[in-house]
């Protein structure tokens, strides 16, 4: 039994570390949304496209597929507009998760 807890222990440290590796970096995110082309900050730095809570109204998947599949999105959540699609092309997987970190912060 004794054996067991520091397993489960390093088990649990382990998942941690993890985990936040596949997080993202917030500040890398920020240098994303600052550098996309079509810029984000075009649209979504004025009243009607705000993104100040885009953290606390959408999941991790969400702003994912917000990003790659916006017209499937605007859909979903009954919005109206319109925004470009950032394919792998455009946006890497690794910038994604980094802004995805960044607008994670937006509650």
Request: hydrophobic share 45%; charged share 25%; proline share 5%.
């Amino acid at each position: 039994m004794m054996r067991r807890i520091p397993m489960v222990f390093v088990a649990m440290v382990a998942l941690s570390f993890a985990s936040r590796a596949l997080a993202g970096d917030a500040a890398a995110g920020k240098t994303v949304f600052d550098a996309a082309k079509p810029p984000c900050k075009t649209c979504h730095t004025d009243a009607k496209n705000p993104l100040a809570k885009a953290g606390a109204e959408n999941s991790a998947d969400e702003l994912k597929a917000w990003v790659r599949t916006p017209k499937d999105m605007i859909a979903k959540k009954g919005k109206k507009g319109t925004m470009a699609a950032y394919g792998a092309d455009k946006i890497s997987d690794a910038d994604l998760d980094n802004l995805v970190a960044y607008l994670g912060t937006m509650k």
